[in-house]
């Protein structure tokens, strides 16, 4: 069985820091890039970050500018973003994605069910 179990949201103050965990079972990760992705209220899902399978040459959304840091652990099977100097506009339901393309045909697309980070003062 597939799973994608996103943790390590919370209520956090402007400027203040979150880690965000994605634990994956049920495929082989080492094949996928894994990125994160986030949907604030009565706004589209947004890529936020990515990182293929072999860890090179992270992605990042422009709004990122710097602050966060996307990384992978595929002998525990994880996908990490650390998000440092959090502001309001990075409130939103956060999500992870493993994704592996075989030439352009998509192998598979799994998705969690979201770990929610609400930044305010």
């Known amino acids: 069985q597939v799973q994608l179990v996103e943790s390590g949201g919370g209520f956090v103050q402007p400027g203040e820091s979150l880690r965000l965990t994605c634990i994956t079972s049920?495929?082989?990760?080492?094949?996928?890039?894994l990125s994160w992705h986030r949907q604030a209220p009565g706004k589209e899902r947004g890529i936020v970050s990515r990182?293929?399978?072999?860890?090179?040459?992270?992605w990042y959304a422009d709004f990122v500018n710097g602050r966060f840091t996307i990384s992978r652990d595929n002998d525990l099977n994880t996908a990490y973003l650390q998000m440092n100097s959090l502001k309001p506009e990075d409130t939103a339901m956060y999500y992870c994605?493993?994704?592996?393309?075989?030439?352009?045909?998509?192998?598979?697309?799994?998705w969690g069910q979201g770990t929610q980070v609400t930044v305010s003062s």
């Open positions: 049920g495929f082989d990760v080492r094949g996928a890039a």
């Open positions: 990182v293929s399978n072999i860890a090179d040459a992270p």
């Open positions: 994605n493993a994704q592996r393309k075989k030439d352009w045909t998509t192998v598979f697309d799994y």
